[in-house]
């Protein structure tokens, strides 16, 4: 499974995605396709997405954790990995703001 | 107080099985705590990660960590094992227990170990495991462990030479781990991760890693008999490789990932989980098992 969410996409990107996904709300895109598509899907997305878009994919994969997330462009919030877990960071409550990008 | 408090229970069907669980994570140098009812890790620069604990197997505590007693409560309830791990390897094994764990398996593993007959049957299947060609019939637990016993530093002899280093044989020396050899080094330290997350597997299924079949009179003969299951690929054939790859430097973080990256792609857990309910023949009662 593959989830896309994104803040905004290129008008021929949102309209390709409809190929392989249901859009159930705007720029959430949810799709059952499988990993060998989902990697070509990704790559699609990473050659014709601008960083604007703001775009975190989720990828179900059949290894522990069961997810993979990425993303294009800024998100606001940061990952990061423990001993290979994807985790998110949360800011401190109290603490400045920074910007976050992650990759 | 706890009666205004908004409480929601974690039951055992909302919890992954064993097998489907992350293995390990290790933390160090920060602090465990809960918030909204879910367990936060801060590191030392103050960054706030959510762990989601009822998908991990084991926590896996560094040097210089805290965690507070509701942290301790909320990983327990979701079957999520703690062990406290020294600067290179494990020192001390934790694990909760759930007021609604059954003690079914428990019992069963404990019928077959009083019993002589039955004990030596559950021996012989481990062993079977390791000498697929050989006929076992008629071998005594003293014969069995005899052959393993030169199996094993056949296989050290073996994979110095597969990957070109030198070898002195085993050595350890507990608290001393820095006057060793990198390979016993990371022996060391791979055994240690390797029986951290057996012994939460083992606990998280019903079982004791107290009642073993091979070992006895160790702290963790059960886990210690299952280990060795697994120990060939995992820790002899990785700490050559990376002796090797490590060039005489030993590198925990290397050690770490490289360790991780054989337990997720063998699936230990998937595989811990059948074989544990396998020697113990038949269906386990708990989640788990399979």
């Known amino acids: 499974m593959l989830v896309v969410v994104a803040n905004k996409l290129p008008p021929a990107v949102r309209g390709r995605m409809k190929l392989w996904f249901v859009e159930p709300r705007a720029n959430i895109f949810v799709s059952g396709i499988k990993d060998s598509v989902a990697a070509t899907v990704i790559e699609y997305l990473y050659k014709h997405c601008p960083e604007e878009s703001g775009i975190v994919m989720f990828q179900s994969i059949s290894k522990p954790p069961g997810y993979t997330i990425r993303s294009i462009g800024a998100t606001d919030k940061q990952m990061t990995e423990i001993s290979g877990l994807q985790l998110v960071v949360e800011k401190l409550v109290g603490a400045e703001k920074q910007d976050i990008v992650f990759s | ?290």
């Not at chain 2, 604990?53 to 409560?73: C, D, F, Q, R």
Request: charged share 25%.
């Open chain 2, 1 to 290: 107080m706890a009666k205004n408090r908004l409480f929601i229970k974690v039951t055992r069907e909302s919890l992954p099985q064993v097998k489907d669980k992350y293995p390990f994570i290790y933390l160090e140098r920060g602090r465990l705590e809960i918030d909204d009812s879910s367990v936060k890790w801060i590191d030392s620069e103050c960054h706030v990660v959510r762990l989601p604990v009822a998908t991990l197997n084991t926590l896996l505590l560094g040097p210089g960590t805290s965690i507070t007693h509701e942290a301790v409560k909320t990983a327990v309830a979701a079957n999520c094992s703690i062990c406290w791990v020294g600067e290179d390897s494990l020192l001390f094994y934790a694990a909760g227990f759930l007021p609604t764990a059954d003690t079914r398996n428990l019992k069963r593993q404990m019928e077959l170990a009083v019993s002589k007959e039955k004990s030596l049957k559950v021996a012989k299947k481990m062993f079977v495991h390791r000498f697929p060609d050989t006929d076992l019939k008629g071998k005594t637990l003293k014969e069995m462990m005899g052959m393993e016993g030169h199996r094993v530093r056949a296989i050290y002899q073996k994979m110095a030479e597969k990957y070109g280093v030198g070898w002195k044989g085993r050595s350890y020396v507990p608290g001393k781990m820095t006057l060793s050899d990198v390979t016993n080094q990371i022996l060391t330290a791979t055994n240690a991760a390797l029986y951290g997350i057996l012994c939460s597997a083992v606990h998280s299924m019903g079982y004791s890693p107290h009642i073993g079949f091979v070992h006895s009179g160790s702290p963790l003969p059960f886990v210690y008999d299952l280990a060795d299951l697994y120990k060939e690929y995992l820790c002899i054939d990785l700490s050559f490789a990376l002796t090797r790859e490590m060039a005489g430097v030993y590198n925990k973080h290397l050690v770490s990932k490289a360790f991780r990256e054989r337990v997720i792609g063998m699936d230990l857990l998937v595989k811990a989980a059948k074989d544990i309910s396998d020697l113990m023949g038949g269906k386990s009662a708990c989640r788990g098992g399979q």
